[in-house]
């Protein structure tokens, strides 16, 4: 309950209140200077960490972690180049860009840019129960039904997740991760 | 202060003292083993603690840190809030960036580094430091910093300590009354026996016994105690009788020492006449030496007064010994000479120590006195001739032991003798010159006369042919003319046949043998008879002795001497011409005299030059070479010549030769 108090202080930026109060905690602020897209490719990889596919989800042990970006691709050169000679337990990485929604084939991580925000319905209907972590980067993506969302405020990084949707996808999230996000649920 | 004080303490005391400082020792010691072994775990304990913790928190912020949310990375660090003794936790990203911390609030004056330090745990100023790496999926992605502070573990230990203390102070107290009882035991018997043996010195009295008190320690030192007694019972009886001896022995010693004082009495006495006698002969000796002093003095006069040193040269000691009068030659102030054969050979001059030092030892080597001058120079580098003269010394066996040598300033006589050389070759080389001057004359003037004689003959002869030629016819005036060329052409002749043969008696070398000068004055006389008939001529010859000479000179001498006087006394009516001789101590003198015109003294001096004539020819015919050819074969023959006049009164001339043949072939040499 108090972790919950401290968090939603924190939500609020009032983290000088935090600093003051008896507490005695401290917060400091991320210089944040990295351009948006380049935050969110290094996320992306992170979430590969934290994120266990079930088994199936690969053919081989060592098979590479699918990203892909539906629409216009806003990442440019960036997060080929964040991924680039990465691994995570033993994985590489792929990036696949689907121009349309129906071009989306089954990968593990599928980022949706706020472009595409009209056809989410479409998009998450075609993934029907394939187990892929979703991303989006716009208010209300959990609540049309993704898993994880990036949000940007006053310049700073902000998570949200629905560990329900995570499970229906049959993923599982690593408590570490659940700690630093905001637990949203999908309205129904 | 403390030692002295325990020393004196009585040992009832001492004991107690001993036994509680080695309890105290002992609960101390063991305590502080304790204490140091408790200090140490549990500080191994707190570090292990530590390392388990930050690896937890560096684990459980991972997320945190990878998705970039501070607060909630501070929301794990709070939760070290659990163990008191964490009082500054932070998290740095990769770049070493501080991006969340925890600081206990009670210790606000800790300070957060800004940057993570090197990894691992350390202990600083009193804090136990911890950087940890935060890791995920094998890549590093910050640090983690804690820092505990040790008052925990300082509580702790304080109160074991305080602990510790009591135990001390508790056992002390036990241990204080426990000796307090023990001691009776083992001191009791050490008292008795002190108080017994303060009474037996007190009241002398030895038969005294201690009853014996077992079998330890105690129980001997009593029995030999009693053992003791027992023997000094029975030495005090020993003392006693030994005191009687003694006394008569000492006066058996003082009986000897009365007969070895007397003995020592007359020995002194002996020795006092014996000093009594040194003293007269030490008298003796001083006024011997100093009559040796009186001598060393007059010699030392007399060498000053000759200016003639002496020294002398030790063979087998090599030392060289001056007298005073080579140091004021030497110029050498006496504190300045060393004394050995070098210091001296080193005044010398460099050229001349060779010399010297070689006359040394061919002197002793062949045992013959030296004699040698060489040159010195003084310090003030003037340049002195010395002359040293001596003789060596030999001992039994004949080796040479000494040199004795005098010593000489010779500069001045030798710069004389010098002098004197130098002079003789001056008056040597122009000797020489002039007789080269002479020679050369002579042959000038023999060549000349010789030369003039052919146009002489010439102007006779012609002169003669005119004669023949116009004799009839010239008469008067021409005839005179003729007579007086050609008789001016004959004197000339004259002239030079004499200045000719005075040429050659210059040059024709002397061809000496006896001279019978009465026989040549007798042929002399004889022929001028025959050339002056007509005049009343009075010889009046005395005994002539003969000498060494040239024969055909004195001829010549002869001849011009008397027909000078013939000449000279012509018109005396008749001409007196005596010649005669005399023998004096070195020389023979032989004289002609005549009564003719004779001539004024102070004219003599030109009597002998060639050409010199104190008449003119018209009263006397003559060419003026006559005297002077006399002069110089007298002078030739080592002789001198000379003439005695009044005018009117006739002329003496003499001349005079060395006796016994000392004759001109010598002087010319």
Redesign the interface.
Same mark, same amino acid.
């Given at each position: 309950m108090k972790?919950a108090c +401290?968090?939603g202080?924190?939500m609020l930026g009032v !983290?000088q209140l935090?600093a003051a109060s008896?507490?005695?905690?401290?917060?400091?602020?991320?210089?944040?200077t990295l351009p948006e897209y380049v +935050?969110k490719a290094g996320?992306l990889f992170?979430f590969a960490?934290?994120v266990d596919w079930p088994a199936e989800s690969f053919e081989k042990t060592d098979s590479p972690i699918s990203i892909g970006i539906v629409g216009a691709d806003p990442f440019g050169e960036d997060l080929d180049k964040t991924l680039r000679n990465k691994t +995570?337990?033993e994985r590489g990485f792929t990036i696949r860009r689907y121009p349309e929604s129906g071009d989306i084939k089954p990968c593990h991580i599928l980022f949706i840019p706020r472009t595409e925000n009209g056809r989410l319905p479409e998009i998450f209907k075609k993934l029907d129960s394939w187990a892929v972590l979703t991303v989006g980067e716009d208010e209300g993506f959990i609540k049309s039904g993704g898993i994880v969302n990036i949000l940007i405020e006053k310049e700073?990084?902000r998570?949200e997740v629905n560990p329900e949707a995570a499970e229906k996808a049959r993923l599982t999230i690593?408590s570490? !991760?659940l700690?630093?996000?905001t637990i949203v649920r999908a309205s129904k | 202060m403390l030692g002295r004080s325990f020393r004196n303490a009585s040992i009832r005391n001492k004991f107690r003292v001993l036994v509680l400082a080695v309890s105290i020792l002992a609960v101390a010691g063991s305590c502080g083993v304790f204490i140091t072994y408790l200090w140490f775990s549990t500080r191994a304990r707190l570090v292990q603690r530590q390392e388990t913790m930050a690896t937890i928190v560096a684990d459980?912020s991972?997320?945190?840190v990878?998705?970039?949310?501070?607060?909630?990375a501070?929301?794990?660090l709070?939760t070290l809030?659990a163990e008191k003794q964490i009082v500054v936790a932070a998290i740095y990203t990769r770049e070493g960036?501080?991006?969340? %911390?925890?600081?206990?609030?009670e210790t606000p004056s800790r300070v957060l580094p800004e940057k993570p330090g090197p990894e691992g745990q350390r202990f600083e100023g009193g804090d136990l430091l911890n950087f940890h790496p935060i890791q %995920?999926?094998g890549e590093r992605i910050g640090t983690l910093h804690v820092r505990s502070d040790l008052n925990d573990l300082k509580e702790r230990i304080y109160v074991v300590v305080g602990t510790a203390v009591l135990v001390l102070a508790g056992a002390g107290l036990i241990v204080f009354m426990v000796s307090t009882r023990l001691a009776g035991l083992v001191t009791g018997p050490v008292l008795r026996l002190s108080e017994l043996a303060q009474g037996i010195s007190k009241s002398k009295d030895f038969s005294v016994r201690m009853e014996s008190g077992g079998q330890d320690e105690m129980g001997r030192l009593i029995e030999g105690f009693n053992e003791m007694l027992s023997q000094i019972q029975a030495r005090d009886g020993a003392l006693a009788s030994a005191r009687d001896e003694l006394e008569k022995r000492v006066l058996e010693r003082t009986r000897e020492l009365e007969v070895e004082v007397a003995e020592r009495k007359e020995a002194e006495e002996s020795v006092l006449e014996r000093s009594r006698q040194l003293e007269t002969e030490v008298a003796e000796r001083k006024a011997a030496e100093e009559r040796l002093h009186e001598k060393d003095l007059r010699l030392t006069e007399a060498q000053e007064i000759a200016r003639l040193g002496s020294w002398e040269w030790n063979v087998s000691t090599n030392k060289i010994t001056w007298s005073d009068e080579v140091y004021r030659i030497s110029g050498i102030m006496p504190s300045k000479f060393g004394g050995t054969i070098s210091d001296f050979l080193n005044i010398l001059h460099p050229d001349d120590r060779a010399l010297l030092r070689e006359s040394m030892d061919t002197a002793c080597r062949q045992r013959e006195p030296l004699a040698v001058d060489f040159r010195i120079i003084r310090p003030d580098g003037s340049v002195r001739y010395l002359h040293a003269q001596g003789k060596v010394v030999l001992d039994n066996e004949g080796r040479p032991i000494r040199l004795a040598a005098t010593l000489q300033d010779i500069t001045e006589r030798r710069l004389s003798d010098q002098a004197i050389l130098d002079l003789n070759r001056e008056l040597q080389s122009r000797m020489t010159e002039l007789a080269a001057a002479n020679k050369e004359l002579e042959g000038f003037s023999y060549t000349v006369s010789h030369d003039l004689r052919a146009p002489l003959r010439a102007i006779d002869g012609y002169s003669r042919m005119l004669l023949e030629d116009f004799g009839p016819q010239a008469q008067g005036e021409t005839r005179r003319y003729l007579d007086v060329i050609m008789g001016n052409a004959r004197r000339m002749g004259q002239l030079i046949d004499d200045l000719l043969s005075f040429a050659k008696m210059g040059r024709k070398s002397l061809e000496t043998s006896r001279i019978d000068m009465d026989a040549q004055v007798k042929d002399t006389i004889a022929e001028l008879k025959q050339q002056n008939p007509d005049r009343e001529l009075d010889f009046r010859i005395a005994a002539l002795p003969s000498t060494q000479g040239d024969p055909a000179m004195f001829r010549q001498v002869w001849t011009n001497l008397i027909s000078n006087a013939v000449k000279y006394s012509r018109g005396r009516q008749p001409a007196v011409i005596e010649i005669g001789a005399r023998e004096e101590q070195a020389e023979l003198v032989y004289y002609v005299k005549d009564n003719g015109v004779g001539f004024e003294m102070e004219f003599a001096h030109k009597l002998f030059g060639v050409f010199q004539r104190l008449h003119s020819p018209k009263e006397f015919e003559g060419t003026g070479v006559g005297l002077a050819l006399v002069q110089r074969i007298v002078q030739r023959h080592g002789g001198r010549v000379w003439a005695d006049s009044k005018v009117g009164e006739g002329a003496t001339f003499q001349f005079a030769l060395p006796r016994d043949g000392k004759s001109a072939s010598d002087l010319e040499k």
């Open positions: 972790k +401290v968090l202080l924190v !983290f935090g008896t507490s005695g905690l401290e917060l400091h602020q991320d210089a944040g +935050v996320f992170n960490k934290y +995570v337990k700073k990084p998570l690593n570490k !991760f700690k630093v996000a | 459980q991972t997320a945190a990878e998705f970039n949310q501070p607060p909630q501070a929301a794990i709070a809030k960036r501080l991006f969340a %911390s925890y600081v206990r609030d %995920s999926g």
